[in-house]
């Protein structure tokens, strides 16, 4: 029995009447094809090693966004998530971080068609500059069940083809096609329920709290005396603040976090696909529907996808088709960044378990007055003007979009070898953001009044491209792939918000109902880039492979002096395996040995107009205006990194286990930084091309079959990548202190380094804080010797990756996947306020704070609490609130199991499979608070009490016919 790409099995039969065959990939006559570039070519005819394909099987997981399947299954990426809100995105990195000022973001291309990704929300709550990250993700209005594979580009032959949009890495995806024959149909449902990964936050609980509270006011000097509430003698300062008694007299012991989260939210998804057709004519249909509430009270997603993709062979040179994506998302997203006030994971934390978010039967003020329950009380600010039950119960803020993305092809074959191809497509999405605040007093924000909000959002990408490639053989031997294209991409961008304040009552949450207008704005924006490419492949004999690349870029972001850059590549390949002096080496099935040197460039990540000047309205004297808002840079062009990649491909004992180690190095140049300008100029900035910085590192990936029998087959893998990151030029050597107060680009250093004041403990004689100062001893203030600050870390971990293990044995299928990092540093600001030791005022606090110093001689690792703020020195910005950022997660396990087809082929079906399946099931990290998964790129590792993600478990039904 033989078939394409499997070597020949000989299995006698023996009067069997049941025959099982495996079959064994063949190495050495494999010919899949592949994805390069813009075109196709055979595996074995192209030296692009530095390249991982995920296939859908590794994305039958319960995932809102497809850039979170990259999470563990590829070397040297890394993908973080910047939220666990419905929604929300991945920040991904491909071999380290190579800009200063410009977008991380790797390439995303469906079916040869550039699409939008990342954050593009306009309002408060959604933008990517708010603290935890949460945003609109364009990449989630992608259904995962439609994809057939996503392809990583790594390395510069693969990626320089790609130009000044490839020096983050390009992910290619493909989508599902139809194949001719009888149409087939799956249907996939599945329901279950999300929780948070970790509880283990806790804070003071009602006595604690008072305890901690009335030693912080007699450390301040502050002599409050006492009354009494419920039989008990309790400081009267805190009696005063906090007036809400519940049915016993006594003051509340309120579970604010317990009250923000649900940890039961439903998930529920539903996808249909259909696809068949004839040999000339052949289609895919795909329908989904997810509906999943978040962990966080009162946020939901609830997406609608169609799909449809068409091929047609109209003769024998021929063919053409089009692929159309629908999509509508409803999504209510909290303020779970853009607020201090009315963020639930925040503030949950930072509210006095003395006042309740929701008030009893039988609740008094502590005059005995009666109070009606109901979460807007207009007393409820003692520890902060807000309250989020409050927000949840009245205020609204949601988001609609409408997505198309549609492309179509038409490809003629002439003469020998030459196939003319032209592809275009678009990307649209129109989004809408409502806001309102509810007019109630306080309780909400303090808007007082009322407050709505609506903008609006629009975005066209337009792309097209045309190539010319070239396929020839030449005696048997010389193989020759030439391809040459030009590409013109153009994208629109427009936005308008409109905003109105003070409503007459809560009725109506229209802004035609508000009797002020509060704000009023509204941009639009356009860019372009023209693009002329080739590429060239040669092998000999399927042996040796050379291949090069050359594309020249202009865009209209950049100075016009500066917009056209060309980019190149070359890269060669040796197939070791095929060499005589190997032949007769039956254990090794590939071995293959790759190296490549090439330029990408970067433009993202700054402005349209970026190198204009530019002028913006203004109001003086009661006239308008215009000012100067940005200075001209004639000189602004692209980042450029040079790569230089050199790897190793292994398989042995029949392809059962293989290994792929790659060794890199880039190089940015020219990279985009803001640089100081003289005050006299009228400006402080301007972004310019002054920094330089590297990446380096190796990425292994192995991968085996340790059993492979008629009946079970256990399969696993394992990647691991080390990167290192330095700036080794900044503009006039300046560096640079970023992110207050964290943060420092300096050359020599990690882009990502943690640069603090250090922490030297609690003084045991009184209870004070200590630090260090520049030469290591101990300073009672932080600031008193200067500047003593110190890089305590980075962000960046000293390796990561992923594992993953799979069995199949009589029909049952079991498989884990695994993510670890390991070496990065969290700074988390949210200690700072909930260790604040007094310093917060009425602040709740973590309840570490209870191992606090209380009297002389005391060996306690916070100070003793002091009210009031800035007497308190201990509130400052140290190495104690870094924590390490290691963590292994198990980021997903499916158990299933598929009937046998003699019980169900009376029905008529082909095959049903029944399956559970969690993700984050376990997390194993020292981090103390809610998730250790914080978002990657240049700003990794700041964590500021953001939404966690979520432990889900769901329970699926998959049946094809």
């Not at 999470?71 to 071999?95: D, I, K, M, T, Y």
Request: avoid cysteine.
């Amino acid at each position: 029995m033989a078939y394409l790409g499997y070597s020949t099995q000989e299995v006698p039969v023996n009067g069997q009447t049941t025959i099982n065959v495996t079959l064994a990939e063949d190495a050495a006559n494999l010919d899949e094809v592949v994805v390069v570039g813009y075109g196709i070519a055979s595996k074995g005819g192209t030296p692009f090693g530095a390249k991982v394909t995920v296939k859908s099987d590794r994305l039958n997981i319960p995932l809102t966004s497809i850039d979170k399947a990259l999470q563990g299954n590829v070397a040297g990426v890394q993908s973080l998530s910047n939220s666990g809100q419905p929604g929300a995105g991945q920040q991904v990195v491909v071999r380290g971080v190579g800009t200063i000022n410009g977008g991380t973001t790797p390439l995303y291309v469906v079916d040869g068609i550039p699409i939008a990704s990342g954050s593009y929300g306009s309002t408060a709550q959604t933008t990517a500059t708010s603290m935890s990250g949460d945003n609109l993700n364009a990449l989630s209005s992608l259904n995962p069940n439609d994809i057939e594979s996503i392809t990583i580009l790594k390395d510069a032959a693969s990626t320089s083809i790609y130009g000044s949009r490839a020096s983050n890495g390009v992910v290619y995806i493909t989508t599902k096609q139809g194949k001719a024959g009888k149409t087939q149909f799956n249907v996939k449902l599945s329901t279950g329920f999300s929780s948070r990964t970790s509880n283990k936050l806790k804070t003071l609980n009602k006595d604690q709290y008072i305890d901690y509270i009335t030693e912080a006011r007699a450390n301040a000097g502050f002599n409050d005396g006492t009354v009494e509430v419920a039989g008990k003698q309790v400081n009267k300062f805190i009696a005063d603040q906090f007036k809400v008694r519940n049915a016993d007299g006594d003051f509340y012991d309120f579970d604010w976090i317990g009250a923000a989260y649900n940890d039961n939210a439903p998930i529920t998804t539903a996808d249909f696909t259909a696809s068949g057709g004839t040999e000339r004519t052949k289609f895919f249909l795909g329908l989904s529907a997810l509906d999943q509430d978040g962990i966080v009270l009162d946020t939901y997603l609830k997406r609608y996808t169609g799909r449809l993709n068409l091929d047609h062979t109209v003769n024998n040179n021929v063919k053409m088709g089009a692929n159309l994506a629908l999509s509508y998302s409803d999504q209510f997203s909290p303020m779970t960044t853009g607020s201090f006030l009315i963020n639930p994971v925040n503030a949950s934390a930072l509210h006095s378990p003395l006042e309740p978010g929701i008030i009893g039967i039988g609740s008094t003020l502590s005059d005995g007055t009666p109070l009606e329950p109901g979460p807007n009380i207009n007393y409820m600010s003692t520890t902060q003007n807000g309250n989020f039950l409050a927000s949840s119960a009245y205020d609204d803020f949601s988001s609609r979009t409408a997505r198309s993305t549609t492309s179509g092809y038409v490809q003629w074959s002439f003469l020998d070898g030459f196939t003319l191809k032209g592809i275009a497509g678009y990307d649209y999405f129109y989004l809408t953001e409502e806001e309102w605040r509810d007019a109630r007093p306080r309780g909400t924000g303090g808007t007082g009044h009322g407050m709505a909000s609506s903008t609006i959002t629009e975005q066209l990408s337009w792309n097209e491209t045309v190539t010319l490639n070239y396929i020839k053989t030449i005696s048997d031997s010389h193989n020759l792939n030439i391809l040459l294209g030009q590409e013109a991409q153009s994208e629109g961008y427009r936005y308008a918000l409109g905003e109105k304040m003070d409503f007459a009552g809560s009725y109506s949450h229209y802004m035609s109902q508000g009797a002020t207008p509060s704000n009023a704005a509204g941009e639009r924006f356009a860019s372009s880039l023209a693009s002329f490419f080739g590429t060239a492949n040669y092998n000999y004999d399927q042996k040796y492979f050379l291949s090069a690349s050359l594309r020249g870029d202009g865009s209209s972001r950049l100075s016009k002096d500066n917009r056209w850059s060309t980019f190149w590549s070359t890269g060669f390949s040796w197939y070791i395996n095929k060499e005589e002096f190997l032949n007769r080496v039956d254990i090794i099935d590939n071995l293959n040995l790759r190296a490549s040197y090439g330029t990408t460039g970067n433009q993202s990540g700054i402005d349209r107009y970026a190198a204009l000047a530019l002028y913006s309205g203004v109001e003086y004297n009661g006239e308008a205006g215009l000012f100067p808002s940005q200075v001209e840079n004639p000189n602004l062009t692209w980042e450029k990194t040079t790569s230089l990649d050199i790897g190793i491909d292994v398989a042995i004992l029949k392809n059962r286990l293989s290994a792929t180690i790659d060794w890199y190095n880039r190089d940015t140049k020219e990279a985009l930084l803001n640089s100081q300008l003289s005050r006299a100029t009228g400006f402080s900035s301007l972004i310019a091309n002054v920094g330089e910085l590297t990446n380096s590192g190796i990425e292994i990936a192995l991968n085996g079959t340790p059993v492979r029998t008629n009946n079970i087959e256990w399969t696993a893998g394992f990647n691991i990548t080390s990167n290192t990151n330095k700036i080794t030029k900044l503009y006039e050597g300046a560096e640079i202190i970023s992110l207050p107060p964290y943060g420092i680009y300096r050359e020599g250093e990690d882009l990502q380094s943690f640069y603090t004041y250090r922490w030297a403990g609690v003084n045991p004689a009184d209870g004070s804080p200590m630090y260090y100062d520049n030469d290591g001893e101990i300073m009672r203030a932080y600031n008193e010797n200067g500047d003593t600050r110190r890089i305590v870390g980075s962000a960046a971990p000293k390796f990561y990756g992923g594992f993953n293990t799979k069995i199949l044995a009589y029909g049952v299928d079991l498989s884990l996947g695994f993510y670890y990092t390991y070496g990065n540093k969290i700074y988390d600001n949210s200690w700072i306020n909930l260790t604040g030791s007094g310093s917060r005022n009425l602040y709740n606090q973590f309840d570490v704070i209870t191992n606090r110093w209380k009297k002389e001689g005391d060996i306690a690792a916070y100070p003793k609490p002091y009210y009031g703020y800035p007497q308190n020195i201990s509130y400052a910005t140290t190495d104690k609130s870094v924590f390490d950022g290691s963590y292994l997660r198990l980021r997903d396990v499916t158990l299933g199991y598929t009937l046998p087809h003699k019980f169900i082929k009376p029905t008529g079906l082909q095959n049903v499979r029944i399956y559970a399946q969690g993700t984050n099931l376990l997390t194993f990290t020292k981090f103390p608070d809610l998730d250790p998964e914080v978002g990657g790129g240049k700003n990794a590792g700041y964590y500021h009490m953001g939404y966690p993600n979520a432990r889900t478990v769901t329970f699926g039904l998959d049946v094809k016919f």
